[in-house]
């Protein structure tokens, strides 16, 4: 079946550490995101893709980093800068987008990132 | 700046009742695309709806609709005899800006 996989679905990061969370996605779609959420909140954007080696910052990407190497794949990198990454990361993809994201987006299961 | 608001927090009705989540937004945007997604409690989002801003026809999809008010800002959504399935936290977006959402329980 078509979908997003989001992985792992937990996560733990000790002080100072830089951790990578996974996101494939085998729906052919050339746009892909990342949002985070917190309890009681809606998502914010961190990071989106429109093609490959193409990625633009959200609202909030301070502490954040993605590569974009292969159309499948979108992951993000959650550095030791981000003070506060305690939160649960949903990954999403999309048809191509134009001027705005304007197109309907398919979301993974989420990973929820905590701190040791 | 664009903004969403979704001044529902939580909303408790029993089944069968009818239910509106309410949605308002702030864009200097003439053209934009608007959607609504269903969060069940498994985390993962569940699109429902885009209407983009030329299109103000109100929308059915069986027990769901759609009222879009471009006067008024607003795209509400109602669940027309609700069901113990509906419930989740629904969030209305105006592209990649999200509201915080309205939880909905549905009670047997």
């Known amino acids: 079946d078509g979908g997003i996989t989001q992985s792992p679905k937990y996560l733990f990061r000790k002080e100072g550490q830089n951790v990578t969370l996974s996101c494939e996605q085998n729906l052919n779609h050339d746009a892909m995101y990342w949002y985070r959420q917190d309890p009681g909140q809606g998502l914010r954007l961190i990071y989106y893709?429109?093609?490959?080696?193409?990625?633009q910052k959200g609202d909030i990407a301070e502490g954040y980093s993605v590569s974009r190497e292969k159309k499948e794949s979108f992951p993000l990198t959650v550095t030791s800068a981000q003070k506060n990454p305690t939160a649960f990361y949903l990954c999403?993809?999309?048809?191509?987008?134009?001027?705005?994201?304007?197109?309907?987006?398919?979301f993974g299961d989420g990973t929820r990132l905590s701190i040791l | 700046a664009q903004k969403v608001t979704q001044a529902q927090t939580e909303i408790s009705v029993v089944e069968k009742e009818d239910v509106t989540l309410d949605c308002v937004y702030e864009?200097?945007?003439?053209?934009?695309?608007l959607f609504w997604y269903k969060q069940p409690p498994s985390g993962e989002l569940v699109f429902l709806i885009r209407r983009n801003s030329f299109d103000e026809q109100n929308e059915i999809s069986g027990r769901y609709s759609w009222n879009f008010q471009k006067s008024t800002s607003s795209f509400n959504f109602t669940i027309t005899a609700s069901q113990v399935v509906d419930s989740a936290v629904y969030f209305c977006?105006?592209?990649?800006?999200f509201g915080d959402g309205t939880t909905l329980t549905v009670k047997p």
């Open positions: 999403a993809s999309s048809n191509a987008i134009g001027q705005g994201i304007n197109q309907p987006q398919h």
């Open positions: 893709s429109q093609i490959v080696n193409d990625f």
């Open positions: 864009t200097r945007d003439t053209t934009y695309y």
């Open positions: 977006a105006l592209e990649s800006t």
